[in-house]
């Protein structure tokens, strides 16, 4: 019979070792589902991998999901690091984009690009992070659980771009359509490769993951965030300030998703509208998560997540198995990984059963 | 870990080769017939949402049967916003020559790729953008919607009758003006109430919205979203209900009076026989029943005869071009005239309308600057 | 009394670096108290969780009342009669009683029977005299009343066998004798038990035999009659041990500290600290002794700063330092050993280096411009390790995995190297081996030779006695008076603590 006994301490190796038999697995179960469909599971992976980093321009749309990823799922590292539970990105990301936004529609297209768009990345991090301080300030001074803070504040956020659309800043060209008018050139972020999507947002994906690293890593900043996640109690007998701490990251928290969701409109989508794709809010707490809340690690699982998303169109496409094998495929993978956590804590022996 | 290593190693060689196998370059030669016309199709829901995407579905089965050249492929259930950019161009990358982009939302992401694919058909339903290679399309479904008022004001008894809509857009406030004009032409106390639902497709919340309908006293359903939730909740709560998209009466039969219907596969032949000819262009195509793109179907058993007359007499004057549901006089909410006799609805107004008539109860978010 | 109910043969369990049991052959007769002793690290944990199913052993057989059994998990342990108390109790505390006996009950349908099993508590309450209400929420109970609900959860479930881990750490002194009082009568009914401890005055006042462990090896078992008290200690620690430590005298210097009426409320919003006034000078160390709950926690944290004073003063050399923040404070020259190692005074995840510089971090040379240095911040553990002989085996592990002796060195050395003008130090052994708390009390009385003035607030009379040079009596929040350890005499002191105030004279 099988045996769970508890794990003292994890090896580097099973650290590594898991995660990647925890994806195979996934992948087989899902093989599986995909049987069922009366299709070659391999066919179907083929095809998912050729979807996602076959060729310059697939893995360039593999980059243009992981870009808003790598951005939230960044921040979020900081805010988790220090158990506070921020699900709200989804809100920040919105609230950036509309502060964002504001200039892009307000200032002259004669405006300098450069000046425009730094002037709207300041006001994309500013919206998020004003938008991930309520949430702090409801914490540190009425000792709100964030959780459900962070999460109620999502759809206030959703409304507000709502009342947006359809109302002052809907554009009387669109026949009434909630659509924002467009942006002009001066207005949107350089792509970074002609004929790709790919957008100067990966650029400050890249030196957010740096910086956060170094934050974590090296700075008082991070040691003080990192001894609050770990044992509050410890903090405050350390005299590190807690309500301090809890500002300044979720100020980073929500700047970086208030960023990403700037940079989806200035780079991609190139208007506002109701369907920004906030929900890359609640897919970076897995990428935070399955990244074990490492940053540089958090990157490489964010381009696998953008692979996924974008071979996933490709599976439809190339092959007709329904739209949602591709959602079983995603978890299952997710629902090994998560098992797989199991086994970090525990450890399976096999015994003969003699009693 | 000592049991546990060559498993370890057994397992990541299988998936070694599985990847390598899986990105191995055997192209297999499929060479097609050269006439083959490839068409792809994008939808915002699943294809079998019992509705709009279904009924757009359906005319891409119909398409197949019409023209024996014409092979087509669908992606199901693509997000509005960023993602359906990139689906677009990879069926421009798979070599697809026509296009069907059928969400209004897919309209912009369906112009940038037009830009770049001069050679492709683009054809977007239901928006307001056109180029030199992307045409759009639309139905005046605001005819059978007026039929269906027609029959749902003679139908009621408590003069309540609940619409559950998606966005309050013109194509929406349309429909709803539409069918209060009917519903008012043969009941003058009837209301017709509306509450948005913010979503094309939201089954729980359509049926959440019928149900408070219900529970004011409403017995009749009218649904303008994209699944039959609301007229199922009808059904439960022995109502009535007016489908919309396709003939909804499998699925709720005890309840659905009749249904506003697209016949997409009509114009999807026409498109893809004109660009198979080389005589298309960009264009913007809005006919109404008499193209049969749209249509009323068929009563079910509890609407009486002398109704169904009423409605079929209604039905020939539009057909013959003798009537029109936007003629005057036309009052607003507020009870000004805004139509007078005898004057017609232009078609621009008409597309971009963003008032309700007398008679509907309920508001349009304010509108913009 | 003879007949032997457990029995383990050459039981050995490595752990990865260590060898946690080796060969171990133990017997448990039965109606017999019989005490597992060794210092931390020594296996007794091991080998009664390899008992209780928790962990397999990777050799050796187990035997119950003459069968071999093979102990797969806690429920396997259940059906062979063993229950085992563990240190940390696996209670629901928003639960009542009764829910949390159910819990995890086989014999238990969807539904709990609540009258029936009611009854029964109260029945097995009675007959022990354990005083439980089946209906009170297990957070209204004292640590010691859960405790006994953890008795009673494990004799619901049949158990014949119990095993209690360290029970007595989590208690005040009173509680532990009313503890004792129940195991015996466990006994007299039939039960055996093993007791796991390492406090040698208890384990001769409770045990029938003592196995003693070290180094994983069981080194002996011995009749509770035939041994003494440093005869086992010798056994535990290899060694000599002495109970008393040589002091110097006293060379008392000026008042560091002055506490003047000092009130405070504590969570609950009642008065726990009312109008305290006491000094400690440079030089000595002034022991505050008390039954647990008497406000002596409130105290410490009113000092430090994490908990307001609603009257009163605090001053450290002529500084007011009442309700200044907690940093202000410590950088003002008080350090302080809190009395929850691994809730307050570490951060269990962290490693040694990250818990050495959590009084430092934040100033030259750790801290250059928001950058932490780790390399000087390494080095700097490194010569604290060396200098407090600390066994760290890796200092980049999370300082939980060291043993609970070397945490509180840990967390010593840290503190005395800020060089404080007033140490307070809160239960500073407790739960600590023979060694370690003879290495922390000799450190203490090293440093008050150097002149620190260290305000020592313990609950164990005993560590009181051999370390103050003057003694406040502290009950319900008042300190009830306060004697020169040449003065200080047993009985006065324990009839001070429980609040007799008209002995003198």
New interface residues.
């Given amino acids: 019979m099988l045996l769970f006994e508890k794990r003292e301490n994890v090896s580097t190796k099973l650290k590594v070792a898991i995660p990647l038999i925890s994806v195979f697995l996934g992948l087989v179960a899902g093989g599986i589902a995909i049987l069922f469909t009366r299709t070659n599971p391999l066919i179907v992976y083929k095809a998912l991998v050729k979807g996602a980093f076959s060729s310059v321009y697939t893995f360039s749309e593999t980059l243009v999901v992981a870009i808003p990823l790598i951005l939230i799922s960044t921040g979020l590292i900081v805010a988790f690091k220090m158990n506070f539970w921020n699900i709200g990105a989804y809100g920040q990301y919105i609230i950036g984009a509309i502060f964002g936004s504001f200039f892009a529609l307000s200032m002259p297209a004669t405006m300098p690009r450069p000046l425009l768009l730094t002037i709207m990345c300041l006001a994309g991090i500013l919206g998020g992070a004003l938008w991930g301080l309520i949430p702090a300030a409801l914490k540190a001074f009425w000792e709100v659980n964030e959780v459900i803070s962070t999460l109620l504040l999502n759809y206030i956020a959703l409304y507000i771009l709502k009342y947006l659309m359809y109302g002052p800043w809907r554009n009387p060209a669109s026949h009434g359509f909630p659509l924002s008018k467009p942006f002009e050139l001066n207005a949107q972020l350089p792509r970074l490769l002609v004929h790709t999507r790919v957008h100067l947002g990966l650029i400050f994906g890249i030196i957010a993951v740096i910086i956060v690293y170094i934050l974590i890593k090296k700075t008082k900043f991070g040691y003080e965030i990192r001894v609050i996640g770990e044992n509050k109690r410890a903090a405050r007998y350390g005299g590190i300030n807690i309500t301090k701490n809890i500002f300044i990251a979720m100020a980073i928290s929500g700047g970086l998703a208030g960023l990403a969701g700037l940079a989806q409109l200035s780079g991609v989508i190139h208007m506002l509208q109701i369907e920004i794709n906030p929900g890359y809010g609640y897919t970076a707490i897995i990428v935070a998560w399955l990244a074990s809340l490492n940053p540089i690690i958090a990157m490489f699982v964010a381009v696998i997540f953008g692979g996924l998303e974008a071979g996933g169109y490709q599976i439809q496409m190339a092959i007709r198995v329904p739209f949602g094998i591709v959602g079983t495929i995603e978890s299952a993978v997710l629902f090994f990984l998560l098992g797989g956590e199991i086994l970090k804590k525990y450890r399976i022996r096999l015994r003969r059963n003699t009693s | 870990m000592k049991h546990i290593r060559p498993l370890v190693v057994i397992l990541l060689l299988i998936a070694l080769v599985g990847v390598f196998a899986g990105c191995a370059p055997k192209e297999t030669p499929e060479e097609k017939p050269e006439e083959t016309l490839k068409v792809a199709f994008i939808y915002v829901g699943p294809k079998n949402d019992g509705g709009w995407s279904q009924a757009h579905d359906e005319g891409r089965l119909y398409l197949e049967q019409q023209l024996p050249y014409v092979e087509t492929a669908y992606t199901e259930n693509v997000p509005e916003g960023a993602p359906c950019e990139k689906v677009i161009r990879d069926y421009c990358n798979e070599g697809y020559k026509v296009i069907f982009t059928t969400s209004f939302g897919f309209m912009d992401p369906t112009l940038n790729v037009a830009e770049d694919y001069p050679d492709v058909v683009f054809e977007h339903c239901s928006g307001f953008k056109t180029s030199e290679n992307m045409g759009n399309y639309f139905g005046r479904m605001y005819e059978p919607d007026y039929l269906a008022g027609l029959v749902a004001g003679m139908m009621t008894e408590s003069n309540y009758i609940g619409f559950v809509a998606p966005f309050s857009i013109p194509e929406v406030v349309r429909e709803i003006d539409a069918f209060t004009i009917g519903a008012k032409e043969v009941n003058p106390d009837v209301e017709v109430h509306v509450i948005w639902t913010n979503s094309w497709f939201d089954p729980v919340l359509e049926a959440s919205a019928a149900e408070t309908f219900l529970a004011n006293g409403a017995d009749i359903i009218a649904s303008g979203v994209d699944s039959p939730a609301a007229l199922q909740a009808a059904e439960k709560a022995g109502k009535y209900g007016v489908g919309y998209d396709m003939d909804m009466t499998s699925f709720a039969p005890a309840a659905v009076l009749t249904s506003r219907i697209w016949h997409w596969g009509l114009y999807y032949t026409q498109v893809a026989q004109e660009v198979h000819d080389g005589t298309w262009t960009a264009g913007e195509y809005w006919d109404g029943m008499e193209a049969g793109i749209v249509d009323l179907a068929p009563y079910g058993p509890m609407v009486p005869q002398e109704v169904q007359d009423y409605v079929e007499n209604r039905k020939q004057m539009i057909l013959n071009g003798d009537y029109d549901p936007f003629m005057g006089p036309i009052y607003d909410q507020s009870g000004t005239l805004r139509v007078k006799e005898g004057e017609e609805v232009s078609d621009g107004d008409k597309l971009g309308i963003q008032w309700f008539v007398d008679g509907v109860v309920g508001t349009i978010p304010e509108g913009g600057s | 009394m003879d007949e032997i109910i457990v029995k383990t043969k050459g039981i050995t369990k490595y ?2 670096g260590v060898l946690a049991n080796d060969h171990i052959d133990f017997e448990l007769r039965m109606g017999e108290i019989h005490t597992l002793l060794g210092e931390n690290g020594a296996g007794k944990s091991t080998l009664m969780n390899i008992l209780d199913g ?3 052993p990777d050799k050796g057989e187990i035997y119950i009342k003459g069968n071999k ?2 102990i ?1 998990s806690p429920f ?1 342990a259940m059906t062979n009669s063993i229950g085992m108390i563990h240190q940390h109790f696996m209670l629901v505390d928003t639960l009542t009683v009764l829910e949390n006996v159910a819990l995890g009950l086989k014999s238990q349908g969807f539904y709990i029977k609540k009258t029936e099993m009611a009854k029964q508590i109260k029945q097995i309450s009675q007959k022990y005299h354990f005083n439980i209400n089946p209906y009170s929420k297990i957070w209204q109970l004292s640590v010691g009343e859960q405790q006994r609900v953890e008795i009673i959860k494990t004799l619901f479930r049949g158990a014949e066998i119990l095993i209690l881990d360290e029970p007595t750490a989590v208690l005040t002194p009173q509680e532990s004798n009313d503890l004792f009082k129940i195991l015996k009568k466990l006994v007299k009914e039939g039960k055996s038990i093993i007791f796991i401890s390492h406090k040698l005055d208890e384990v001769m006042e409770i045990s029938d035999r003592i196995t003693v462990l070290r180094k994983g090896k069981v080194v002996g078992t011995v009749n509770k009659n035939d041994v003494t008290k440093n005869h086992l200690a010798k056994m535990m620690v290899g060694r000599e041990v002495l109970f008393s430590l040589e002091r110097k005298p006293l060379k008392r210097k000026g008042k560091v500290l002055k506490v003047k009426e000092l009130e405070a409320y504590n969570d609950k919003g009642v008065k726990a600290l009312k109008k305290i006034s006491f000094t400690v000078a440079a030089g000595e160390i002034f022991g505050i002794a008390g039954i647990s709950g008497n406000g002596q926690k409130i105290l410490s944290q009113v000092i ?1 700063g ?1 908990r307001r004073a609603t009257s009163g003063k605090v001053i450290l050399n002529e500084t007011d330092i009442t309700n200044v ?3 202000a404070i ?2 003002s020259g008080v350090n ?1 050993i ?1 009395p929850d190692r691994l ?8 490693n040694t280096v ?1 818990n050495t ?3 430092s ?2 100033r030259e040379p750790i ?1 250059k411009r ?3 240095d ?1 390399e000087k911040a390494t080095g700097y553990t490194k010569s604290l390790i060396t200098k407090f002989n600390i066994m760290v085996p890796k200092i980049d ?2 300082v939980k ?1 060291l043993s609970g002796g070397n945490m509180q060195k840990l967390l010593l050395a840290r503190e005395i190297a800020e060089k404080p003008k007033l140490l307070i130090a809160v239960h500073p052994t407790r739960g600590l081996d023979v060694g370690a708390t003879e290495y922390i009390r000799k450190q203490l009385l090293k440093e008050r030779d150097k002149g620190l003035a260290v305000l020592l607030i313990s609950e164990d009379l005993d560590e009181i006695l051999m370390l103050s040079d003057r003694i406040g009596v502290i009950y319900e929040g008042q300190i009830m008076e306060v004697i020169n350890i040449e003065d200080a005499e047993r009985n006065k002191i324990g009839l001070l603590m429980a609040g007799v105030d008209s002995v003198r004279n």
């Fill in positions: 752990f990865p928790i962990y397999h059994v093979h797969q396997d430090t994490l923040s907690p940093k410590t950088s302080y809190p809730k307050v005074g570490l951060i269990p995840n962290l990250e510089i959590l009084r971090y934040d801290l928001n950058f932490i780790y592990a999370p995995l």
